[in-house]
């Protein structure tokens, strides 16, 4: 069996049991801030445009995320290229994530723009960043009163 095909089954709170081909693990290798022993993850799909960023590690750990896409042109920052934790080059794919916090109230649902997930799509190695900027928050209200 090629490990392109082999699966890999964990458990989730939230799921219950979940298979998994092993391609599609992402190694954080510092973890998410807050949760440094869980270091490998899955992308799980939820309600577009969110997903589940699930450990595998830990059966209770699972972030709601949303690609950096979605808030267009004005949320961009250099990549870590060069980055030896991650192996990221100047012309690797990489997937940008956001780490959402759910609400009782929707209306209050928040993301974090401050510390995106780096996913570098060649080897599937990411790491959370902070980011120095005074543009943005780490408490973004998902759904503002109209477009910024």
Do not use: C
């Not at 209050?108 to 900027?133: E, Y």
């Amino acid at each position: 069996m090629s490990s392109s095909s082999e699966k890999i089954t964990f458990q989730s709170s939230r799921f219950g049991q979940i298979e998994v081909l092993r391609s599609t693990l992402i190694e954080l290798p510092f973890g998410i801030i807050g949760f440094p022993e869980s270091r490998s993850y899955v992308l799980l799909d939820y309600n577009p445009p969110f997903s589940w960023l699930h450990s595998v590690d830990n059966p209770e750990l699972a972030f709601v995320v949303v690609s950096a896409a979605e808030f267009g042109d004005n949320y961009s920052f250099a990549l870590p290229v060069g980055d030896k934790d991650i192996g990221l080059k100047q012309d690797d794919e990489v997937a940008i994530l956001n780490l959402v916090t759910v609400r009782p109230d929707p209306t209050l649902t928040t993301v974090n723009l401050k510390a995106p997930v780096i996913v570098n799509l060649t080897n599937r190695k990411g790491r959370q960043l902070i980011l120095d900027s005074q543009s943005f928050s780490a408490r973004h209200p998902l759904w503002g009163k109209g477009e910024e």
